[in-house]
């Protein structure tokens, strides 16, 4: 095992407090919008980070814990469209560019529906819990928009 963050740092500061503190492995969003990413980017951003001492092991590609209609890349989990094919055919292509810059891994958060939660609860110290209780789920939530999934 070895350390490691997802901390978003962005300026040459915060990753030299990173590399200070140990850290030896990034996970890391790129700041430009996923359709802007290309090989060389990539690339540039692990150096980045390779001169702090710190190597860039994964990034977050746009599936994440929002609804499939609030994210980048959302598409991918809907009715077949022709924007569902240019999201998957752009998410190949993304896996093609890490692969090429020696990215080892694409790291995603996916809950189609976005977490479902309940109203929060109070824990030790006053702190604020995430929550979900099923019976006390609004049981009048529809179901997903483009209906079950299926093998497409």
């Known amino acids: 095992m070895y350390i ?3 901390f978003g740092a962005q300026t040459d500061d915060e990753m030299q407090v990173l590399a200070q503190l140990g850290i030896k492995n990034v996970d890391q969003t790129p700041t ?3 359709q802007n990413w290309s090989t060389s980017m990539l690339i540039e951003m692990k150096e980045r980070w390779a001169k702090h001492g710190i190597s860039l092991e994964m990034i977050h590609i746009p599936l994440s ?3 499939a209609y609030e994210q980048g890349a959302g598409a991918i989990f809907r009715k077949p469209t022709p924007e569902r094919d240019r999201q998957l055919d752009w998410m190949k292509e993304t896996v093609r560019m890490a ?3 020696g990215i080892r891994g694409l790291n995603y958060n996916i809950t189609i529906l976005g ?3 309940t109203p929060s609860k109070t824990g030790r110290g006053g702190a604020t819990l995430s929550t979900f ?3 006390k789920l609004d049981q009048t939530l529809g ?3 483009d209906g ?3 093998e497409d």
């Open 32 to 34: 430009e919008p996923w």
């Open 143 to 145: 179901e997903f928009e």
């Open 65 to 67: 814990s929002r609804s």
């Open 99 to 101: 692969g090429e810059a």
């Open 133 to 135: 209780e099923l019976d």
């Open 115 to 117: 977490h479902l939660r």
């Open 148 to 150: 079950p999934a299926d």
């Open 4 to 6: 490691g963050s997802q």
